[in-house]
């Protein structure tokens, strides 16, 4: 089958799920603190905002009262579908809950959800959908070096655990959204489908299914994309626990980047006019491919007392009246009642007696002590494939033909850890909570070993660690944990982080929010900094010092003025990267730029000292319908020889936000992405990786070129759509995102999400 028939058996099988004789939709959520400290949560049902609180009861507008939690096979079609969701998402290590936003309703700036480059358009990428992405930003980043470093640019599908959110939902929701760009020679498609569900009170369940396929403007860049996620919870008060189950299968043609640079900076050069589509590329038959199984499992049992909650007087149930208490006796009674005063009076103080003891007295469960499990594993696969490669393009050739080339590398990452926590706010005396953590890893590697087979390596780690943490307060927060590794490969490492949170009332206008991060990490280089074998790349680096890290960054942020503040500095000792290693070609000018004049290999590289300063400022201004979104960020590094950075990193964003008629939002507007000219780093297709420009041969510099696109959503009732233009203004100069990566030309994209409650 081709992707059209898949996309419609996707398109069917979801509608079905989501169908049923009564559709209702939520539009818009939002998530806010109150001043007194509580949680309320926006929604929107299509003509007005509705305030619900998180937890407790919730009228809808026809008048019928639900509770978070409720039980919602019990609805009958007939009545109104009660529509809210309330989410979450897990701290890994523990299976801590932290309270989320639900984004995937909102209709502003809904054309970026499939945007590669992310939300301000930050990441440098190989132009098409989903392909390998590296932020500009430094300390937006993940430094923590994942293990298996080939599923580390593909954080735009894959994700993470700490950003998959659990659902609590007021009945069963379905969504579905929808993106296409092109024709069949260049499109790209994407079609997610997500389903949440509770099974009662506290448990529920739900999948997320996504695919994706990009063919891509330039030649032999495809990529086929396929990712589900299964997950189920149960929250009681004395036993919580999570369930996550993902697969992921990702299959991305490399075509090395384009020849000449010339084909986008002076197509006029080569006497005939090329389009995107032939311009000649450095490969045209080599993929990769990763396979990834991932499980996690946390729970924990809870320890502790049930106490009355007291209820305000202006919240308890006002009692009847004593012409109400005595309705419902018969008519006999309520005539001798009526004729005697002293029996009327004992019979109502004897029903009013009645009427208080089947009152039930509101209790909660505190929790004192917890004691907790988390299991997580991973089973990952990683293909390179590679035939009639262009002569001369590897510079080292470890066995079999460069013309047949086929590794394989795979891993297994087994993680067990066991805690115990004394909770934050059983008592008065009580005002943070303590953690206590034990942590065994077990990872195994199997490397190409020549012709011969498969060469293993087996690790293991026990680590223990504590945490110190405050969550519930109104106006200060704050969490400290350290964890440091007593036996197995990582014997000595050290990680300390600490975080503070702060809220400032200004006056009655404003609330400043302060955020302050600090850590210090002292580690052994990952396992494929250490170790990688294929037939074009090897090394086995027994000699890499430990990186030191030691970093400081805050934000400031004003909730209603919509200004925010980043600042950011580190200090990084035995940086340890990816480098290029190319070789010049006989006969080539040692001053040319051209991919064609080089041989390419990849290694690893460490610095001594490198010193990262970062400060970012946001600005958000509204005058009536006309809305302007801005970002500037400002970036020094100590040593852009190995960690380049741009200076400047700018996005702006102007747009009208209105509605017609009461019933459909509007925003149309234009946007733009641009940033100084630096030596980004290049991509190496044979370990799909961001590696640094070879500072021994002249290098490429990308930037200094502006990104402009317009776009229109549209938000009525029931349904999201786009609609954009990116890089409108195409051919205008070096539209380069990665060296010998041009940037699409311009596409029109077109999206939608629907949501379906049944």
């Known amino acids: 089958m081709n992707r059209t028939t898949y996309i419609q058996l996707f398109l069917l099988l979801a509608l079905w799920w989501g169908g049923s004789s009564q ?137 993470s655990l700490q950003d998959f959110r659990f659902t609590n939902t007021k009945s069963p929701i379905t969504n579905l959204a929808y993106h296409s760009c092109g024709n069949r020679q260049t499109g790209e498609d994407r079609v997610r489908g997500y389903f949440a569900t509770n099974i009662n009170k506290r448990a529920g369940l739900g999948f997320k299914i996504d695919y994706s396929y990009g063919i891509g403007y330039y030649y032999a860049q495809p990529n086929s994309m396929f990712g589900s996620t299964f997950y189920g919870y149960y929250r009681g008060d004395r036993y ?45 038959q080599t993929w990769n491919r990763n396979h990834e199984q991932h499980a996690y499992l946390t729970h ?44 009327r009076k004992l019979t109502v103080d004897s029903l009013l007696q009645v009427w208080n003891d089947t009152l039930t007295v509101p209790s909660e ?20 494939l590679s035939h009639n490669t262009t002569q001369n393009y590897y510079t080292h050739n470890y066995y079999g ?6 590794d394989l590398t795979r891993a297994l990452s087994v993680r067990n850890t066991f805690g115990v926590a004394l909770r934050e706010g059983f008592n008065k005396w009580a005002k943070m909570g303590i953690t206590l953590f034990g942590t065994h890893k077990l990872r195994s590697y199997k490397l190409m070993d020549g012709l011969n087979g498969m060469m293993p390596y087996t690790e293991h780690d026990i680590s223990v660690g504590g945490e110190l943490a405050r969550t519930q307060g109104s106006r200060f927060n704050y969490n400290a944990s350290g964890e440091v590794w007593l036996i197995g490969e990582h014997v000595g490492d050290l990680n300390i982080d600490g975080k503070t949170d702060l809220n400032i009332r200004l006056g009655k206008r404003d609330t400043l929010v302060a955020n302050l991060h600090a850590g ?19 090394w086995d680096n027994y000699d890499l010092s430990r990186e030191v890290r030691f970093k400081v960054d805050g934000t400031l942020r004003l909730k209603k003025l919509g200004t925010k503040l980043q600042v950011g ?14 070789t010049l070609l006989k006969g080539k000018d040692a001053k040319s730029v051209i991919p064609t004049d080089f041989s390419h290999a990849v290694g690893v590289m460490q610095a001594d000292n490198v010193q990262v300063f970062g400060a ?31 200076t400047v990193d700018i996005y702006t964003n102007l747009y009208l936000l209105f509605r017609i008629a009461k019933v459909m939002r509007v925003q149309l507007g234009a946007d733009m992405r641009f940033f100084t000219s630096y030596y980004a780093p290049d991509y190496s297709p044979a370990i799909q990786q961001f590696a640094v420009q070879d500072t021994n041969h002249e290098r490429v510099e990308i930037g200094n070129y502006p990104i402009i696109g317009a776009y229109a959503n549209l938000h009525l009732k029931r349904c999201r759509i786009y609609v954009s233009a990116r890089h409108v203004n195409a051919g205008s100069g070096h539209s380069f995102l990665v060296p010998h990566y041009p940037i699409n030309p311009m596409t029109i994209h077109f999206g939608l999400s629907w949501n379906f409650f049944n």
């Open 520 to 538: 210090f990490m002292h580690r052994k280089p990952t396992f494929f900094f250490r170790h990688f074998h294929s037939q074009s790349t090897w």
């Open 401 to 406: 033909d460069t013309n047949e080339m086929s």
């Open 23 to 159: 559709w209702s939709l939520v539009l818009a959520q939002a998530h806010r603190v109150n001043q007194d400290g509580s949680n309320t949560t926006l929604y929107d049902d299509g003509d007005s905002y509705i305030l619900a609180p998180e937890h407790g009861t919730y009228v809808d507008g026809a008048g019928n009262r639900t509770t978070w939690g409720r039980d919602t096979t019990r609805f009958k079609s007939k009545k109104n579908i009660p529509i809210g969701q309330y989410q979450w998402v897990l701290e890994p290590r523990l299976g801590t809950i932290i309270d989320a936003e639900n984004n995937d309703t909102v209709v502003h700036d809904f054309y970026k959800w499939n945007a590669t480059d992310g939300y301000t358009g930050e990441y440098n990428y190989l132009a098409n959908i989903g392909s390998p992405r590296l932020s500009r930003l430094y300390f937006n980043r993940n430094n923590t070096s994942d293990e298996f470093l080939f599923l580390q640019p593909f954080s735009f599908f894959r994700g």
């Open 240 to 284: 919580n626990l999570h369930a996550y189950i993902g697969i992921n299968h990702m299959k991305m043609g490399e075509n090395g980047g384009i020849e000449d640079d010339r084909y986008i900076e002076d197509p006029l050069a080569f006497g005939q006019e090329y389009t995107s589509g032939n311009i000649p590329t450095m490969l045209s």
């Open 616 to 646: 970012s400022l946001s600005q958000d201004l509204k005058w009536k319908i006309v809305h302007w979104d801005n970002r500037i960020s400002y970036q020094m590094s100590s040593n852009q020889d190995v960690l380049p950075l741009p």
């Open 569 to 582: 500095f580190e200090n990084v000792s035995n940086y340890t990267y990816f480098g290029m290693q190319n």
């Open 365 to 384: 469960f505190v929790p004192v002590t917890s004691f907790i499990h988390t299991f997580e594993m991973s089973n990952l696969k990683h293909e390179y």
């Open 300 to 343: 924990r049992y809870n320890v502790g007392f049930s106490r009355t909650i007291e209820v305000p007087d202006s919240l308890k149930p006002t009692p009847p009246s004593a012409s109400a208490l005595i309705s419902n006796l018969p008519d006999s009674i309520q005539t001798i009642l009526r004729q005697d005063s002293v029996m």
